[in-house]
């Protein structure tokens, strides 16, 4: 089965960091998502970890260790747009399926 | 312009109904994806399509019905038999080329479906 955990709120202020946390049992690994999803739109792809360390694309960075079933997002120079629900999702690999996290709303205030 | 379009972007359905969703993508993608996102919820698949004229069930397919009798289309039948069918619903496409390779999904605006 999948098991994927995120914590339901953040707030933060704009100019902060925020640090989004996602941990996960699956029956199998290959690659972890992270998704942003405005409001009533569809989600869009921020960012992917397979092996673990580090990646970073401009404001947006995120983290991966395979070993604790462990990834972040971390969000630096938080702007208002930023205000949103971030999906973590794990892939099968054996059909490619993506198993979503609940999703995490992050606030970011004036 | 590439890309994945769902229509349409609203829907009600009657008590008893059948409703079809569409779903179409222009980007030459192998896979396509349904899924549902209820409030507070995560996206749950409902049914996915690895090539064409071959589909399987998802976490929550009871209810549900599609075909893929072309690479570029996927539509999703809620049938009356699906009780509760108020949801947001997202078609998704990627490319499936096997080992690390990325394999993005990317998704449709959604429908929003609502009983009346």
């Known amino acids: 089965g999948q098991n994927i955990d995120q914590p339901t709120e953040m707030t933060a202020t704009e100019g902060a960091i925020v640090q989004i946390n996602c941990t996960y049992q699956?029956?199998?690994?290959?690659?972890l998502f992270w998704y942003q999803q405005h409001a009533g739109e569809a989600p869009t792809f921020l960012s992917y970890?397979?092996?673990?360390g580090l990646e970073e694309k401009g404001r947006f960075s995120s983290f991966l260790s395979r070993s604790k079933g462990y990834s972040y997002l971390l969000l630096k120079e938080l702007q208002m747009k930023d205000s949103a629900s971030y999906l973590c999702?794990?892939?099968?690999?054996?059909?490619?399926?993506?198993?979503f996290g609940a999703g995490t709303t992050v606030t970011v205030r004036a | 312009d590439g890309g994945i379009t769902q229509s349409p972007k609203y829907l009600f359905r009657k008590e008893g109904q059948n409703v079809t969703l569409s779903c179409e993508q222009n980007?030459?993608?192998?896979?396509m994806y349904w899924y549902r996102q209820d409030p507070g919820q995560g996206l749950r698949l409902i049914y996915y399509?690895?090539?064409?004229?071959?589909?399987q069930k998802g976490d929550i397919a009871e209810g549900y019905s599609v075909s893929r009798e072309k690479k570029e289309s996927f539509p999703l039948t809620v049938t009356s038999a699906q009780k509760n069918p108020t949801a947001f619903y997202l078609c998704?496409?990627?490319?499936?080329?096997?080992?690390?390779?990325?394999?993005?999904?990317?998704f449709g605006a959604g429908t929003r479906l609502s009983v009346l």
């Open positions: 998704a496409s990627s490319m499936n080329t096997g080992g690390l390779a990325k394999n993005i999904q990317y």
């Open positions: 699956t029956s199998g690994f290959n690659g």
């Open positions: 970890n397979v092996l673990d």
């Open positions: 999702a794990v892939r099968d690999p054996n059909d490619y399926k993506l198993s």
């Open positions: 980007l030459n993608h192998d896979a």
């Open positions: 399509s690895q090539i064409v004229n071959d589909f």
